[in-house]
Every structure is written in C-alpha cells, then in structure tokens.
C-alpha cells in the first residue's frame, strides 16, 4: 500500500485510526478501540496526544517488532468485542498461542513492554507449559540457552537438598520398593489375562444377582468422586515381599545429580482405571455396609427389603 | 548482575548490561541470510558451551532477554521442583527462582505411592518432604506465593509448621492449602483429635486469596477479630468449629465466591448471605466420622443474588439444602439418594427427597444444568425433576439406568403434549438394555432442542457394529431435533463430580470430564 493510497478515505473509515511505529521504522494503522486495549498505547494517545496522524505516529518500544505487533493487534481486536462468552475468549486464547516457542517469546516481550498484562500472563503460563517437565537439557535446547554454568555451580543448589540424611533413606527406600515391585511385576504379567478375567464375570455375576432381586442398578459402579485413594481388593495383588534385603548406598545416588526426589512409580502392575474402580467398589461396599449398620441400629424406619444386604431400593 | 563465563556469547552481555535486547527486526534478517549474529567482537562460541544452543544462525536465546519480572512470573507458575530446577539452567536463570514469588507444593516434591501400607516408606516420606519444605524455605527469600502441604503435619509435627509458616519466605503469602488431593494415606486409621493451627496461620489473613483448612479446630478464639479482604476462595475440610465460629469465619471473608465445606463438625446449621457467593459445594464422607461431635447437615442460602453453582460433594449422611433466594443458580447436582436418610432440598416451593420430587408449586426456571444418581434411577423419575426445572438444559445421569422399562408413550403422553424440552445435552451411560433404549429414546424423539446425547459405553461396545445397531435401537431417523447428534465414547469416568479443591468450584460445569 502506498502512502497516497492509505491517505484515501473509504466509507467505513467513519472510524478513527490510530498510527503505531515500531522500532524499525515500519508504520501501521489501526483501528482506535483496538489500539486503546493497549495500557501503553492508550497513555499515549489520551495523554501526549500521539497517533493520530501518521507523521506523529506513536513510537513503540524496542521490543516489539512487527510480527509479534500483527500478533498483539489480533488479541486485541478479539478481546475488546464486549459480547463475548468466556468459553469463546478461552478457546481463542488456546489457539491464540499455539505458535513457536520463538515467537512466544517474542510476544511475550512484546506484551510486556506495551503493558498488555492478560497477554503477558497468558503467554507466561503457555511458556511454563512448554518448561514444565522437561528436563533442563531439554529447555537448553528448546530455548537455546546458553549452557554456561559450571558443573559446581550446577550442583550447588541442589548440595544441601542431597546431603540430608532424611531425604536420602527415602531415596533408598523408593530404590528398594521399586525392586521388589518389579520383581511382582514380572510375575503379575502372567497372571494379569487371568485377573482381568475374573473382574468382569464378578461384576455380571453382581448384576445377575440385583436383577433376580427386582431391583435396579448395581449393574453400574456409580460412585463419587473421592480426593482420597482406597485400598485395593486384596485378591489382586500379591503380598509384598519381606523387609529382608540390604540398603546400599552408592547405586541410589547416582540418579539425584539433577534432583534429590525421584519420581517413584510404584505401581502395583494393575492398569489406573481398573485400580479406581477396585477403589470405589470397596468403597461403595463399606458405605452400603455403614447404612446398613446403622439402621439396624436406629430400628430403621424404612420398608423392611432395605435390610436385606446389598439391595437399595 | 555477576560476571559471566567468556564462554556465554552473542550479545548476553550487552543484553544484560541495557536491560534489553537489541531490535529483533535486524537480528531477524541478519540471522536468515549471514550465521551467527554477534554484536561483540568475540569470536563464535566453543562447540561444547551450548548444550543446544549452538553455532546455527536462527538458535537465538529469546527468553533469557525478558525482564526479571516476566521470568519470575514464568517460573512461579512451574511446580515447585521444576522451579527450583531453573537455578541450573544458565546463567541468567540461575537467580530468577530466588527472586520469584514462591510456589511450594508438597505434592510435586515427592508423589506418594499410591495405597500405601508401608508404614516405613510412610514415615519416610514424610520426613523427606519435611525436610525439602524446611531447606527451601531457609534457601529463598520471600515473598510467598502459595504453600501446600498435607494436613496431618498440624497434629503430627504443629511446631515445624508453626516454625514453617512464620518463615519470612512465605511473606504476602497468597495461597494456603493443608491439603493432599487424591492421595490420601492411612484412610482408615481413628481420626485423631482435632486442635487449632498455629496462631501463625492468620498472618496471611490481609493477603490471601485461595485457603483451604484441614483436620484442625477453630473455635471462636481462633477466628475472633481476624479478616480476609483478599480471600475469594475458602475451602474447610474436617474441621470443627463452635456454633458461631464458622459464621464468623464466613463473614470475615467479603469477597468469597467459593466456599467448599465437606465433613465440618460442631455445628448443625448454617445459615449464609452473600452479596459474592458463586459457588458452594457441601458433602460428608464416611471415614471422616466423629461420633462426639454433631457434623454439619442443614446449610441455608438465606440470600446469594451471585450463587451460580449449588453442588454436593458426598454424601455419606445427607446435607439438607434450603435455598431461599438464589435468583441465578444454574448448576445443581450430584442429587443422589445414597443415604437411608434422603437428602432434603428445598427451593423455594420445591420440595425433594432424594431423588423424589415431593411437592412442586413454583417452578425454578434459572437452572439449566443438572447432574444425578441412584441405584435405581428411571425415567419417572427424572421427568419429575425435569418438571421442577423447565429450562434444564444440560442432563447428567451418573449412574448406570436399569430395572423399570420405563415405557414412556402412554404415561407420558400428557407430559409430552404440554411441556417443551429444552434440553440440548444428555450424557449417561449405556448398555444397549431395553430400559436405557426406551429411556434415551424419550428424549431423541421429544426434546427439539436436543443437540447432544452422549453414550458412555464399555470397551465391549465401542465398535461400529454396536453403533450402527443402537442408532437403528433408538429410532434417530425419527429424532425431534434434526441437529442431534449420537457420541459413543469408551471413557468411563464414573466419577460424579470432579471437584478435589476449592478451586475447582470455579469451574462452570464440574459434571464433564475433562480428562
């Protein structure tokens, strides 16, 4: 667009624009309601009077270059529309930073020096995201950090973290379950078909037993939701091996160079979703147990059939 | 700022020493046509100084350039350990930890075992996460962002706590939990007594925002004369209060829009108004009994004109709900009729036990989500409820339907004729038995509005053969609504409602898995 062109008035130009420069030299024209969404460029506008032509542009800070501009002038288009529903705004901020983690960056800085602070934190929990997890090898190489500590200054923090004695039988101690949890493993893997077997024919076998009953629904395991875990059903599992083997120091150390807690998996060898339902049918069980109990304490006031075991009618 | 290695190259210094990077327009250009962009003389780094970060023209660190502020703000919103982490990244990172607020999260230090029995790596446990909780704190200077660790650590270790939080590293702090989430140790074990928390807890009071109290005692001493003005979200899990404790408590918190309040003893009744109020959730749980103290089962919203979200988190005995003025309450649920004693819930001139509508004079028309569940759920049932809730809009049946035919074109003619559905989406669990058909065929064949029926089925099921077979069960070619859409999942979640923090009550619809 040439400079002649974009002098030209159109018939919807009943709005007024705003003209932003950046550090480079280049100038763009924006919508004034859009622009204004901007804490820093509103400043400007309201109190030096910049922008509104373009030879008094207003001139934006370093780092925000025209990319991460175009990208900043999106946001706001969409966001400063009032009518919209907080799923829509969550869904386009979703979308809205799924870019390259270098031109998050960017947008992030961006943000930051026109003081757009929704933007800022938005584009800080996506980089958070991206960090979360990894290992710092990996945000080296994602970031491209420079890695220009020392291996003593690597380790320094994390010094008086490994040389509690605390923390390092605990160490010890994951070491030494996560054996013998292996060791179940390699014999819970042959019987697993077996169990997973006899889940299901108990479970219809329940759901026979309700419907020859007349009753309606133990068929399906509704429960609630529970912040706490359960015990498992103990025909599952294998009893764990006894307290009989040595703690060694040396080999449990080796994995704390980069931090002291290791991330235990000390999984029974059942597959999660089979666990919690084992831990809500204890548990539905002991509840059905409880309201039994505790009518047959009271004298129950209700119709005789709710004393009879697990009906509930 | 200290002194760098020779070995840290491109323009880090200059980048430091200015406090910003150099145009990002130039380098952009300089780095697609030329290599290496270096603003200093010195030559192009070693080949081992970047661990990734080498010699390649478009590697440019863009991260390290953002302000002290930003980085913080980033590293504040990682987990505690991966926060601690980015001491070790560069150099440039290697203060940032120290100068961001601070996030401490037992849960992330160390992931207890799940169903652990192991009184041993119990206690281990424990002590380790003690002891990190204890260095960190001594390591960082402040201010404190959020602190969370279990529960229990008020009755097994109250002066390490007291010692933890009059710590100037959790100065300003903004998030307090004594909390443990899902996994929650030694379930079964006598539930100990309850004592108040150190007096430090409350000095917090003027800035913070989420807090949730577990297994601890407020009696009026504690609570007297202290105020929450920040406070938006109070969650109050086993813990005991005095008659008028936790009505002080509540009404020391202005702003409060969540309030969670599961297994609170010593009081009965709880009456509440408030101008803020969104959310409540309300539950009991079986293994928090105390037999000596009364537990909380009548809660009364005298008046809420902000309540959107009425919820029930359990109910091993039956909370009582009034709800007298709640003019833009939204979502109900988990109703459920677990308990002998049904629960009460009364709106208004609606009146239901259970999952039984009593009486019905007016009906409450703001509500348009609702969740329940029973063993023995059926279809009269919920077109009782539905008449209680003429708008209702979103459906949950967590519980699988069975028993009752629940033959719906004779006995429901009536209903059918005067009344429109406004349902747009049903979500249940489904077997393909003759009682579920005819139950979701009511729907797909009178609700006009209905755009989503969701089948949640057995892996056994999920094929296209089972599909096929029910769209032809359920009659879709004659559905009322052109726009319905049949979704067959496998992902049985049978949880009925997926709040674990106070937190979640902010979600809007805490009925949908999100997993």
Not at chain 1, 76 to 84: A, D, E, I, Y
Not at chain 2, 434 to 446: D, G, T, V
Request: hydrophobic share 35%; glycine share 6%; charged share 25%.
């Amino acid at each position: 667009m040439s400079e002649s062109e974009l002098a030209v008035i159109k018939p919807e130009a009943l709005k007024t624009y705003i003209w932003l420069q950046c550090f480079d030299g280049s100038i763009q024209q924006v919508e004034e309601e859009v622009a204004m969404f901007c804490p820093m460029i509103c400043r400007e506008i309201v109190k030096n009077g910049t922008g509104s032509s373009k030879n008094h542009a207003i001139a934006l800070p370093e780092r925000v270059n025209p990319a991460s501009l175009s990208l900043i002038l999106d946001y706001c288009r969409f966001h400063q529309v009032t009518g919209r529903s907080n799923k829509e705004r969550k869904s386009f901020d979703e979308k809205f930073v799924r870019i390259e983690t270098e031109k998050l960056c960017e947008l992030t800085s961006a943000a930051d020096s026109l003081q757009l602070k929704p933007l800022v934190d938005l584009t800080s929990r996506a980089l958070a995201r991206i960090i979360e997890g990894k290992t710092p090898e990996e945000i080296r190489d994602i970031f491209h950090l420079p890695d220009d500590l020392t291996e003593e200054e690597k380790l320094e923090p994390l010094k008086n973290i490994n040389d509690d004695p605390r923390i390092r039988l605990l160490n010890r101690l994951y070491a030494k379950k996560r054996k013998e949890l292996q060791e179940r493993h390699e014999r819970q893997k042959l019987k697993d078909v077996q169990v997973q077997k006899e889940q299901k024919d108990e479970r219809s076998l329940d759901e026979l037993l309700c419907f020859i009953n007349g009753d309606g629904g133990s068929g399906g395991r509704a429960t609630k939701s529970k912040k706490k875990n359960k015990r498992r059903k103990d025909h599952a599992k294998n009893p764990p091996k006894a307290d009989s083997e040595p703690l060694d120091a040396n080999p449990d150390m080796q994995d704390d160079a980069e931090y002291p807690f290791e991330d235990a998996d000390l999984d029974d060898g059942l597959d999660p979703a089979m666990k919690e339902e084992l831990d809500r049918e204890v548990e539905d069980f002991a509840r059905r147990l409880n309201s039994v109990w505790n009518e047959s304490h009271i004298g129950g006031n209700g119709p005789v059939q709710r004393f009879s075991g697990f009906n509930h009618r | 700022m200290e002194l760098l290695c020779p070995s840290a190259k491109r323009r880090r210094s200059e980048d430091l020493a200015a406090g910003e990077p150099p145009p990002r327009a130039t380098e952009a250009t300089e780095a697609a046509n030329l290599g290496p962009t270096t603003h200093s003389e010195e030559p192009p780094p070693p080949p081992d100084a970047g661990g990734g970060g080498g010699g390649g023209g478009g590697d440019v660190d863009r991260i390290s350039g953002l302000p002290d502020a930003v980085l913080g703000e980033i590293v504040s919103l990682l987990s505690t350990k991966e926060a601690g982490r980015t001491q070790i990244l560069a150099s440039r990172w290697r203060h940032v930890w120290l100068a961001s607020p601070l996030v401490i999260d037992g849960r992330d230090l160390c992931t207890k075992p799940k169903g652990l029995r192991d009184d041993k790596l119990f206690t281990a446990v424990n002590e380790a996460l003690a002891s990190a909780v204890s260095l960190i704190l001594s390591a960082h200077p402040g201010p404190g962002r959020r602190f969370c660790v279990p529960p229990h650590y008020l009755h097994d270790r109250p002066a390490t706590v007291d010692a933890w939080l009059s710590s100037p590293a959790l100065h300003n702090l903004q998030e307090l939990d004594f909390w443990e989430g899902k996994h929650m140790t030694h379930r079964y074990d006598r539930p100990y007594p309850l004592a108040p928390p150190p007096a430090s807890t409350f000095r917090f009071s003027a800035t913070l925002r989420v807090a949730t109290l577990s297994k601890c005692e407020l009696p009026d001493s504690s609570v007297e004369g202290i105020h929450f003005p920040h406070l938006k979200q109070l969650g109050l899990e086993n813990v005991s209060f005095s008659e008028g404790s936790l009505h002080t408590m509540i009404s020391s918190c202005p702003v409060l829009e969540c309030l969670l309040l599961n297994d609170i003893f010593g009081v009965g009744c709880l009456r509440i108004s408030s101008n803020t109020l969104r959310s409540i959730g309300v539950g009991t749980d079986s293994y928090c009994c105390r037999d000596n103290l009364q537990l909380l089962q009548e809660v009364i919203i005298v008046d809420a004109p902000c309540l959107e979200r009425s919820l029930c988190l359990g109910s091993f005995k039956p909370t009582n709900l009034t709800i007298i003025s709640a003019p833009k309450l939204e979502t109900l649920g988990c109703l459920d009729d677990d308990c002998f004693e049904r629960t009460r819930l009364v709106f208004g001139t609606i009146f239901i036990q259970g999952l039984k509508v009593v009486s019905l004079t007016t009906t409450l028309s703001s509500v348009k989500t609702l969740a329940v569940a029973s063993y023995s759920i059926n279809l009269d049932m919920v077109i009782e409820l539905m008449k209680c809730f003429p708008c209702l809009e979103n459906l949950y049946i967590k519980s699988y339907i069975s028993g009752e035919m629940n033959r719906w074109r004779r006995k429901h003619r009536d209903f059918i004729k005067s009344s429109y559905i406004h349902l747009k989406k049903i979500v249940l669990m489904y077997r393909g038995i003759r009682s579920q058909i005819n139950f979701a065929s009511f729907f797909l064949l009178n609700a006009r509005e209905l755009e989503l029926m969701r089948l949640k089925v057995g892996n056994t099921n999920y094929n296209e053969a089972f599909f096929a077979e029910q769209y032809g069960m359920l009659q879709m070619e004659k559905r009322a609504s052109r726009g319905a859409r049949l979704h067959f999942t496998n992902k049985t979640c049978t949880h009925r409602i997926h709040v674990n923090h106070v937190r979640d009550l902010s979600v809007a619809n805490p009925f949908e898995c999100t997993e």
